[in-house]
């Protein structure tokens, strides 16, 4: 099976790093470990949906 850093699936997904770290110890990413201070996601993996929007569309407001 082919791993992908952090970085690699931010930038896939269209994320920040952060955000891809915050999923993984949510456990939101099925697949992904820890590899000493590093986080691993699977190629495969598919992003999951964003649990802190409740309407179905983001709306930004000041």
Same mark, same amino acid.
């Given at each position: 099976? #082919? %791993?992908? +850093? =952090?970085?690699? $699936?931010? #930038?896939?997904? &269209?994320? $920040? !790093? @952060? @955000?891809?770290?915050?999923?993984? =110890? #949510? &456990? @939101?990413?099925? &697949?992904?470990y820890?590899? &000493?201070? %590093?986080?691993? =996601?699977?190629?495969?993996?598919?992003?999951?949906?964003?649990a802190?929007?409740? +309407? !179905?569309? %983001? =709306?930004?407001? @000041?």
């Open positions: 099976m #082919e %791993y992908l +850093s =952090v970085s690699q $699936t931010a #930038e896939k997904w &269209g994320i $920040t !790093g @952060r @955000r891809i770290q915050r999923l993984c =110890v #949510e &456990g @939101r990413i099925p &697949g992904a820890k590899m &000493g201070a %590093y986080w691993t =996601v699977p190629a495969d993996a598919q992003k999951p949906k964003d802190r929007i409740k +309407s !179905g569309k %983001y =709306v930004k407001r @000041r």
